[in-house]
C-alpha cells in the first residue's frame, strides 16, 4: 500500500474549495466520519472507502451534539497525530480535523431531525444523539461534498437514521454500510473499549457471547423474536458488572419491531459494563 502523508484540513471552506477542485477533475470523493481514536474498525471503513473512490476523507471530530450532559464528552480519547499516522498507512489523502467553532460556528441553531427511526433501540437511553449525529454528518457532508460516505454496521441504528436522511433530503450520496470489526474474543471494536477494568473487560464478551448463540438458534429453526432477545438479556445478567439497557429485535431496513422472525432482522444490544456503555448486534438472515 502506497504511503501518502495526508492534508490535514481544519476549515470547511478550505476543504469545500478543495472538493469542487476534485469533482471538477472528474475524481470521486470518499467520506469516513469517525471521533478518532481510531481502532481496526475505524480503518477496515477507511480502506473500504480506499476502495470504492479516487479522494477518501476521513474526518475527525469529536462532536459535542451527540453527547449527553451525563456522557463521556470531556474525556473521550483524543489523539490526532497516531490517527493521522494510522491513516497515512491506508493512503487517505485528506483528514478534516475541525474546531467545534468551525461546525458549529457561535449563534448557531440549525438541526436535523430524523423522526421514528430514533424512537426506539438507542433513543430513549440518549436523549438528542440521534439529531447530533444527523446534524453533523449533513455538516460534513456539505463540507466535503462526497459521492459516498462510509458508516460502519457496528452503530446499526446510526447506519439506518443516515440512510433515511440521506432519502427524505435527496442528498447525492451514496451511503454503504461495512462489517463490525472485532476483537479476538469476539468484542466489538469501539474506542470506549479502553474504559474497561481487566473484569469489565472480560464481562463485555457477554454481548457478543449471547448474540452468537441466539444467532445459532435461530439459524437452527427458532423464531420467536422476543425468546431469542430474553436468552441474551439473560446471558449478559449473568455477569454481575453487566446492566442490559435493551435486547431487541427489529426489522433490518425499516428497524420495526419484529414478533416472529420471517424476514431478515436484526438482533442488537446495548448494556452498561463496569459503567460502560456498550452497543453491538447481529444481523439474522432470513432462513427457508
Ligand atoms: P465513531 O468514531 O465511534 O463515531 O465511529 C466512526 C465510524 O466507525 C462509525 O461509522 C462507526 O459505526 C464505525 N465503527 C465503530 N466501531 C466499529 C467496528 N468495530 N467495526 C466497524 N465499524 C466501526
Known amino acids: 500500500m502506497s504511503r501518502t502523508e495526508p492534508r490535514i ?15 471538477a477533475a472528474g475524481r470521486r470523493i470518499a467520506l469516513v466520519p469517525t471521533m478518532g481514536a481510531l481502532h481496526e474498525g475505524h480503518l477496515s471503513l477507511a480502506r473500504l472507502a480506499r476502495g470504492l473512490a479516487d479522494r477518501v ?8 451534539t451527540q453527547f449527553g450532559p451525563t456522557e463521556d464528552l470531556e474525556c473521550y480519547p483524543r489523539e490526532l497525530d497516531a490517527d493521522v499516522e494510522r491513516l497515512a498507512a491506508i493512503g487517505v489523502e485528506v483528514v478534516f480535523a475541525p474546531s467545534v467553532e468551525e461546525i458549529y460556528p457561535p ?11 430514533t424512537d426506539g433501540m438507542c433513543g430513549p437511553f440518549r436523549p438528542g444523539h440521534f439529531r447530533g449525529v444527523t446534524t453533523v454528518v449533513a455538516r460534513l457532508f456539505h463540507a466535503a461534498k462526497p459521492h459516498v460516505a462510509v458508516f460502519g454496521e457496528k452503530d446499526y441504528q446510526q447506519l439506518q437514521v443516515v440512510r433515511r436522511m440521506v432519502r427524505d433530503l435527496r442528498l447525492d450520496v451514496e451511503i454503504v454500510g461495512g462489517p463490525t470489526v472485532r476483537e479476538a474474543d469476539g468484542l466489538a471494536m ?18 457478543c457471547a449471547g448474540l452468537l448463540e441466539a444467532r445459532a438458534l435461530a439459524q437452527a429453526g427458532e ?16 455477569e454481575p458488572l453487566a446492566e ?3 435486547v431487541e429485535v427489529r426489522d433490518a431496513a425499516t428497524l420495526e419491531p419484529v414478533e416472529r422472525l420471517n424476514r431478515r432482522a436484526v438482533l442488537a444490544v446495548a448494556a452498561v459494563v463496569d459503567g460502560t456503555r456498550l452497543i453491538d448486534n447481529l444481523v439474522l438472515e432470513e432462513t427457508p
Open 9 to 23: 484540513v481544519e476549515r470547511v471552506d478550505e476543504l469545500q474549495r478543495w472538493a469542487d477542485r476534485e469533482r
Open 57 to 64: 476523507v476521513a474526518s475527525i471530530f469529536v462532536n459535542p
Open 107 to 117: 449563534g448557531d441553531s440549525t438541526w436535523i431531525e430524523v423522526e421514528g427511526l
Open 190 to 207: 469501539s474506542s470506549r473499549n479502553a474504559y474497561l477494568s481487566p473484569e469489565g473487560r472480560s464481562q463485555a464478551r457477554a454481548l
Open 223 to 238: 423464531r420467536d423474536a422476543g425468546y431469542l432477545a430474553e436468552l441474551v438479556r439473560e446471558r449478559i445478567e449473568k
Open 244 to 246: 442490559v439497557q435493551y
